[in-house]
């Protein structure tokens, strides 16, 4: 089976530091994947190389059936091949209400001719309010999105993504900063959109990756460390090194 | 006779009183014919006699003779100097230079000299006056010389050299010798020589005397004489238009004058007969297709001259050279001197470039002064101060008012500069406390009440000290320029200024790099949270940097007060510049500001050298330039790079 | 759920009922038409004013919506009155000189005729040619496409070097000031083909119409403005109302979100900055034949900075705050400026407001941006508050 995106041998070099080093790591069409590493593995880094933020001195990455490369392509041009991305601090239009935030994330052309000639439809709104639903904000729709409470901000940052209708989700930390339960309604929310497309998670916090119980690859110094169950990678002594070695320095 | 003067001339150098005996008023009376009623030959005579005599008093005599102050008593044949004393005559005693009883002018003849003979007289005065023992006399007399380059003065001039004994003026009249020789030697060699020895002089009267040689007259010939020395073979439609080509041969009488539009229409207007013209009635002349049909109508008639058709146009131009003739008949001369000038050219667009890269580093110092304070608010804090032009001209307005109060220039500059320093430095403290503080995380909004500061302020300055240009003078040590040669030259203030710059480089460096205060700076400035648990007041640091970067801009008003005008508009006039040189320098740098800055001065002299009658066009151009750059460069030209640099 | 677009936006109509009954009122009160209470100068300063507040709404569609401080649309404005400017100048001077020609003994030739008009319009720099740009200023038609195209095109070209390189925030600002200090600079040339320092003058004088009075005529363009600045407050209610709107208030507050929803947020500034530089040249337009005289000065990247002035003092991100920004400022700056306050004796000194009023302005503005983040427009949400 092809994969939907394959990473290989990128570097990014930031004025002599070496962010990401000779990284290759390869997603299935329809999976859920965990990131992990310590700080200044390159995580955050990796998501940029994808979205098209950063560009890589040198290394592949091809997207889709028709393996076409992403580099050279602008963010909104990758954005709508179908990749979404959730910020790790929650990055919502604050000054909006919670229909708008997802109608301008809804899947419809986005020139901006057919943005200022765009009607609202019947069908748009359904989608809206399914979103809305999955997210648990249907009764929130006309709040203004600056109101709302942290954990529904990553919320509605995430319904943004599924409203995108992207076929790789690149999710940054979605539940820092939450409560038990909202994590619980994170994680089904996550595994729920895992059905229909790729997601991809970046995480510290081991609890959450458990939960998510899904292929865990860790990340230090730019370079994949160790991939497999968490059980598997944690168990791994050189992993071990890197978090213990680290967290007792 | 140009010897025998030469010889004349020395001989009355080596022996001065050899002949005193003889007076001057002898001499006169040998020649009395020639002294009252000269001639343009007969003055000669007594030139060379009174020359020969070498007395002293030959001297005022001569300038009297000229300014027509010389008259013959009638009774005894006698010459004095007489000056109108209302109806009587004031005389003086032409040897002694006593006073004569008065007398009434009836009783005198006037001697009348025309303006030949003064001019001859003026050439015998330059030869006394080369020689006068008086410097000032001397001086004066090489500079006539130089004014006038006449072919009489080479030899007294040659002979006046040896004993020449101030150095600066012998190198003069070496040089002028050397000139009028180029101009008026003997034969081709010696003026070759002499153009050959000028070709090394930047000079602007050196390079007149080269162009005077190789000076041409445009001419039209069917053939081109041999014994012409040509210049150039002018080819139609390529050196000259058909259009100027034609009109030279109208003027020379050799073509028929083309019938002009007004032409046309005078004559038209002259021949208008019962409301019609060449049987064309007039209101149908609005064409100028009508015009020519109805003038050819009437030159048919033989009431105005043909029009010149254009074959015969063609013709006529076919039918003759145009060539440029020199002047000058020898062909040897002419080819040296052009020779000379094109060496000269080169010398001197070398000499431009440099003086130009001189001048271009001077306004590049002036933007680096203006801009490096606001490349420490803005590129370092990230605040935008648009009331940075405002603290500029305070500080120019401190020197001024500070000049004011005291007389002596140079101890008012060396108070104003940290004076200006304390005032900018208070009033940037005030500001940063009292707005931007308040303002730091919405750098639009920052940006428009800076501004709103930057419109009272100058108002403010109109209220205080009215719209006129208030001077702030410059000491007098800083007067004046030092001179490389005739082309490259740089005043003492621009090199002060230079000065000052390479000094706030220095010290700001220092200061950032190397002191507490810089470190705590940077700290604040990379992250602020992280600064202030470590015990840093990033308060404290932020106004002391905001009052730094004003008191810079204090002082540089002082700076750009001596070289430029001080007006309440003054700092208008340097901050889009200013924020230019940050931008284009790139921000957060100080060595970017000073790449941004020497970026900014030379391209604009570069640009005003391209096109040098206009400096709002090279203004236009610059600013044009920078928009682009922007476009290549969007963090300047000393970009940080990596994450940091990210949004 | 489908709401009109009107009902959506209720500040429209009102907005469109309060300018009409103002239209109405002043041409009631005016010479000719009403009863002569207002002065035909007074008429033109009105008139002046509403196309100030058309070019003021631009400037919060660029700058209160999509957060781009643009320091260059009073040079499109500018644009805008050269253009028509051209036209008026050229053809009135046209009129004069065919006039003036009448009783030669000749009839004038094509030629001749535009050898005079050349000489009467650029006699002041010491030219009597016609420079390349003057090729379209014997049509009204081709002139009128000018101020729309000129402001135009020129927005285009800058923004796209411009977003393209992403240059945003305080530089985007300083570039586009930048922009305009070249243009004024330009123009200040003698041979920038437009009369350098002297501007274009007399555009008073509508070509045509010699005969009717300029009290008629002040009237006419007064009504043309506020037409104008009615059509432009709905175009761009509606621009900000829909979709549209929500994508370039999320560009002014997030670009890179927007950026990565997929929308091309370079192309949606591009459409911002040049619509709103198109609508700053036809408020230019018809603020000049008003004005009766243009020249460089106008164009001065100061003028650029009052026009945010006066939406930051109104009220940024609303529209009808940035109309009242732009009317409450002129005509209180025209009323001090123009001797209409009384000086204020302290005793020891007496401020006379000629003197004193930027000194005034300048302080206000700070003391706005200050504490009153959202000008006089925030005045209405508190009323609105009160209400509900």
Redesign the interface.
Same mark, same amino acid.
């Given at each position: 089976m092809s994969m939907l995106l394959e990473v290989s041998g990128v570097c990014v070099t =930031?004025?002599g =530091?070496r962010?990401i080093n000779n990284l290759s790591i390869n997603f299935a069409k329809a999976e859920l994947r965990a990131i992990i590493g310590p700080n200044g593995a390159g995580k955050t880094?990796f998501m940029d190389i994808v979205?098209g !933020?950063t560009k890589p001195d040198e290394g592949k990455v091809i997207w889709g059936d028709q393996n076409m490369s992403l580099l050279g392509m602008?963010?909104?041009?990758i #954005? !709508?091949e179908g990749i979404? *991305?959730k910020?790790q601090k929650p990055? $919502?239009?604050? #000054?909006?209400t919670v229909r708008?935030n997802l109608?301008? #994330?809804l899947r419809n052309p *986005?020139?901006?001719f057919s $943005?200022?000639m765009?009607k !609202?439809t019947q069908a748009n #709104?359904s989608r809206i309010e399914s979103v809305a639903d999955q997210i648990g904000l249907l009764d929130s729709l006309t709040r203004v999105a600056g109101e709302l409470s942290h954990g529904q901000k990553q919320w509605l940052e995430i319904g943004?993504l599924l409203a995108?209708e992207p076929r790789l989700m690149l999710v940054d930390e979605p539940a820092a900063g939450m409560t038990p339960e909202e994590r619980e309604k994170t994680t089904s929310i996550l595994r729920e959109a895992a059905k229909t497309c790729a997601v991809v998670v970046v995480e510290h916090d081991m609890e959450f990756v458990r939960r998510l119980d899904c292929k865990v690859t860790v990340l230090h110094e730019g370079s994949v460390l160790a991939e497999g169950s968490l059980d598997h990678v944690t168990s791994d002594q050189t992993v071990i090194d890197v978090y213990l070695g680290r967290a007792h320095a | 006779m140009r010897r025998i003067l030469f010889l004349a001339l020395a001989l009355w150098l080596i022996v001065p009183v050899a002949t005193a005996a003889q007076t001057l008023q002898d001499i006169l009376q040998t020649h009395q014919e020639e002294v009252l009623k000269p001639g343009r030959r007969s003055v000669g005579v007594v030139l060379d006699d009174l020359v020969a005599s070498g007395l002293p008093q030959a001297l005022p005599f001569l300038e009297a003779w000229r300014d027509r102050e010389i008259v013959q008593r009638d009774s005894d044949g006698l010459f004095f100097r007489a000056t109108e004393d209302g109806d009587a005559l004031a005389l003086t005693d032409l040897d002694t230079g006593e006073t004569v009883p008065a007398a009434v002018s009836d009783d005198f003849t006037e001697s009348r000299p025309n303006g030949g003979v003064r001019r001859a007289i003026g050439d015998a005065l330059v030869q006394f006056q080369l020689s006068d023992p008086d410097i000032t006399k001397r001086r004066a007399a090489v500079e006539a010389i130089a004014r006038s380059m006449d072919v009489s003065q080479l030899s007294p001039l040659e002979g006046s050299i040896d004993t020449e004994e101030d150095p600066a003026l012998k190198a003069q009249k070496t040089r002028l010798v050397g000139m009028l020789q180029a101009l008026f030697g003997e034969n081709t060699e010696t003026r070759v020589a002499a153009i050959e020895a000028l070709s090394g002089d930047l000079s602007v009267d050196v390079r007149a005397v080269l162009n005077r040689i190789t000076a041409t007259t445009p001419k039209i010939a069917t053939e081109v004489p041999e014994d012409a020395n040509v210049a150039q073979i002018l080819t139609v439609g390529e050196d000259i238009t058909q259009e100027e080509a034609y009109a030279r041969l109208v003027a020379a009488e050799l073509a028929a004058p083309l019938i002009t539009k007004a032409a046309v229409r005078d004559a038209l207007l002259a021949n208008i007969v019962d409301g019609s013209v060449g049987g064309i009635t007039v209101d149908k002349l609005d064409t100028d297709a009508a015009r020519a049909l109805a003038y050819d109508a009437l030159a048919l008639d033989g009431l105005v001259a043909q029009r010149v058709k254009d074959t015969e146009k063609v013709e006529a131009l076919a039918a003759h050279t145009f060539y440029l003739d020199y002047t000058e008949p020898d062909s040897v001369v002419t080819d040296a001197a052009s020779k000379a000038i094109r060496a000269i050219e080169t010398n001197v667009a070398l000499s431009q470039t440099a003086d130009l890269a001189l001048d271009a580093l001077s306004l590049a110092s002036i933007y680096f002064l203006a801009a490096i304070g606001l490349a420490i608010t803005f590129g370092v804090m990230g605040v935008i101060n648009m009331a940075h032009g405002e603290f500029i001209m305070m500080g120019a307005y401190t020197g001024y008012v500070i000049q004011l109060f005291i007389p002596d220039y140079t101890i008012a500059i060396l108070v104003a500069l940290p004076v200006a320093f304390a005032v900018t430095f208070g009033a940037g403290v005030t500001m940063e406390r009292l707005v931007i503080r308040h303002l730091y995380h919405r750098p639009l909004e920052t940006l428009l009440a800076t501004f709103g500061i930057s419109i009272a302020l100058q108002q403010l300055a109109k209220n205080i000290f009215g719209t006129q240009a208030r001077p702030l003078t410059s000491p007098e040590w800083l007067d004046g320029a030092l001179v490389f040669n005739d082309v490259i030259a740089i005043s003492y203030i621009r090199i002060a200024i230079f000065v000052l710059a390479l000094l706030f480089l220095a010290l700001i460096l220092y200061v950032l790099k190397r002191t507490r205060l810089g470190l705590e700076v940077r700290a604040v400035t990379q992250n602020p949270g992280m600064a202030a648990s470590m015990g840093i007041n990033p308060d404290k640091i932020n106004m002391l940097t905001f009052g730094l970067g004003s008191g810079i801009a204090g002082i540089a008003g002082v700076a750009i007060g001596l070289y430029a005008k001080v007006t309440s508009e003054m700092g208008a006039d340097y901050i889009v510049q200013s924020f230019m040189t940050v931008v284009v320098g790139g921000v957060g740098n100080v060595w970017g500001t000073l790449a941004g800055a020497s970026l900014i001065g030379f391209l604009q002299k570069g640009i005003e050298w391209l096109n040098p009658s206009n400096t709002l066009a090279a203004q236009t151009y610059m600013i044009l330039f920078i928009i682009l750059f922007i476009q290549f460069r969007p963090k300047g030209i000393v970009a940080l790079k990596g994450r940091a640099a990210a949004d | 759920m489908r709401k009109s677009f009107v009902a959506q936006n209720p500040s429209v109509l009102w907005f469109i009922a309060i300018l009409a009954i103002f239209t109405i009122g002043v041409t009631l009160l005016s010479e000719v038409t009403g009863v002569n209470m207002i002065s035909t100068s007074f008429v033109k300063t009105l008139g002046k004013t509403l196309c100030l507040c058309l070019v003021a709404i631009a400037m919060d569609v660029v700058w209160g919506y999509c957060g781009i401080l643009s320091l260059g649309h009073f040079a499109f404005f500018g644009i805008g009155g050269y253009a028509i400017g051209m036209w008026l100048m050229y053809a009135r001077t046209e009129g004069i000189v065919v006039e003036s020609l009448v009783g030669q003994p000749l009839p004038p030739t094509p030629q001749e005729i535009s050898d005079v008009i050349g000489n009467q319009i650029f006699g002041v720099v010491g030219s009597s040619e016609f420079p390349v740009i003057w090729s379209f200023a014997d049509s009204l038609f081709l002139q009128l496409l000018m101020v729309v195209l000129v402001p135009g095109l020129l927005a285009l070209v800058f923004g796209w070097l411009a977003f393209r390189s992403r240059v945003t925030g305080v530089y985007l600002s300083i570039l586009t000031q930048a922009m305009t200090l070249a243009l004024a600079l330009y123009l200040f040339q003698n041979d920038s083909g437009l009369r350098g320092n002297n501007g274009l003058s007399g555009l008073q004088n509508i070509p045509g119409f010699e005969d009717v009075s300029q009290a008629t005529i002040s009237i006419v363009f007064f009504w043309a403005s506020a037409v104008a600045l009615a059509l432009g407050y709905v175009f761009f209610a509606w621009i900000v109302s829909g979709k549209m709107g929500s994508v370039i208030k999320g560009i002014r507050d997030n670009e890179a979100r927007v950026r990565f929803l997929g929308y091309h947020v370079e192309s949606y500034k591009l459409f911002v900055f040049t619509t709103t530089a198109i609508v700053a040249g036809i408020a230019g337009a018809l603020y000049y034949p008003q004005a009766g005289i243009i020249n460089p000065g106008e164009i001065a990247p100061i003028a650029s900075i009052y026009l945010a002035v006066w939406v930051a003092i109104g009220g940024r991100g609303r529209l009808y705050g940035a109309a009242i920004g732009a009317a409450f400022v002129s005509l209180l700056s025209s009323w001090f400026t123009g001797g209409g306050a009384p000086n204020v004796n302290l005793g020891f000194y007496e401020i006379q407001w000629t003197d004193w009023w930027l000194v005034l302005l300048g302080f206000s503005f700070v003391v706005v941006t200050l504490f009153f983040p959202k000008g006089i427009g925030g005045l209405f949400d508190l009323l609105v508050r009160k209400q509900s």
């Open positions: =930031f004025d =530091f962010a880094t979205t !933020k602008s963010e909104s041009e #954005a !709508k979404g *991305r910020f990055t $919502v239009f604050e #000054a909006q708008q109608a301008m #994330a *986005r020139s901006p $943005v200022l765009h !609202k #709104a943004m995108q | - | -």
